[in-house]
Nanobody
Framework: VQLQASGGGSVQPGQSLRLSCVAS????????TGWFRQAPGKDREFVAA????????YYTDSVKGRFTISRDRAKNTVFPQMNSLKPEDTAIYYC???????????????????WGQGTQVTVSS
């Protein structure tokens, strides 16, 4: 499985971005997807997940109500829509997938088998 993340950029606080993660080699319908981010000097942290079965979604507390993750089956793409961005959202964002992820481990990076290359999001006035 190869993942290609894109959609990052530089925005002002309060603005929005929509990231995307395209998978090749396997359908997202067969995969649980996680998004993580890493800010300079900080550890990688969980942001959101779209889980199998049933496409349940999970978010870290700091993005609840602002970020929404969804999937386009036809394009084999997962989209985190990020609204009301804050400077503390500045980071490199990574998508990751695995065929089996236990819900209780959705926020653990080691639960995922394949990772994209990351896309930079910068929120600054």
């Amino acid at each position: 499985v190869q993942l290609q993340a894109s959609g990052g950029g530089s925005v002002q606080p309060g603005q929005s971005l929509r990231l995307s993660c395209v998978a090749s080699g396997r359908s997202f319908s067969d995969l649980s997807t996680g998004w993580f981010r890493q800010a300079p000097g900080k550890d990688r942290e969980f942001v959101a997940a779209l889980m199998l079965p049933g496409s349940a979604t999970y978010y870290t507390d700091s993005v609840k109500g602002r970020f929404t993750i969804s999937r386009d089956r036809a394009k084999n793409t997962v989209f985190p829509q990020m609204n009301s961005l804050k400077p503390e959202d500045t980071a490199i964002y990574y998508c990751a997938v695995a065929p089996r992820v236990i819900v209780s481990s959705a926020a653990t990076s080691s639960s995922y088998d394949y990772w994209g290359q990351g896309t930079q999001v910068t929120v600054s006035s």
